[in-house]
């Protein structure tokens, strides 16, 4: 069983940047694609960024491009995402999840990662 606990939502302006930070209770972290969903008030949760488990690939949703960076350390079993330029439609419930890297196909279903974290709340204003 693997838990992770997400850390460095909060309340920012439009505009601002914030740093997810995802750890991970597992020894085979390097054996996890680590993900990054989100879930906004009344919509399904979606994809956000994912990486591979030796960090040289990484992958976004379009409307993170160019905001959004997905990092991992390995020796501290932690992935981040650098969230820069935020505006409203940032606003979610943002998720982490690890999935078993031979299992991942796309990076971006949810039904690709085996575990998941409790949610930080990422709320924008403007």
């Known amino acids: 069983q693997v838990q992770l606990v997400e850390s460095g939502g909060g309340l920012v302006q439009a505009g601002d940047s914030l740093r997810l930070s995802c750890a991970a209770s597992t020894r085979t972290f390097s054996s996890f694609a680590m993900a990054w969903f989100r879930q906004a008030p009344g919509k399904e949760r979606e994809f956000v960024s994912a990486i591979t488990w030796n960090g040289e690939n990484t992958y976004y949703r379009d409307s993170v491009k160019g905001r959004f960076t997905i990092s991992r350390d390995n020796s501290k079993n932690t992935v981040y995402l650098q969230m820069n330029n935020l505006n409203s439609e940032d606003t979610a419930v943002y998720y982490c999840?690890?999935?078993?890297?031979?299992?991942?196909?796309?990076?971006?279903?949810?039904?690709?990662?085996?575990?998941w974290g409790q949610g930080t709340q990422v709320t924008v204003s403007s």
């Open positions: 999840a690890a999935g078993y890297y031979s299992g991942i196909l796309y990076y971006t279903l949810i039904n690709e990662y085996n575990y």
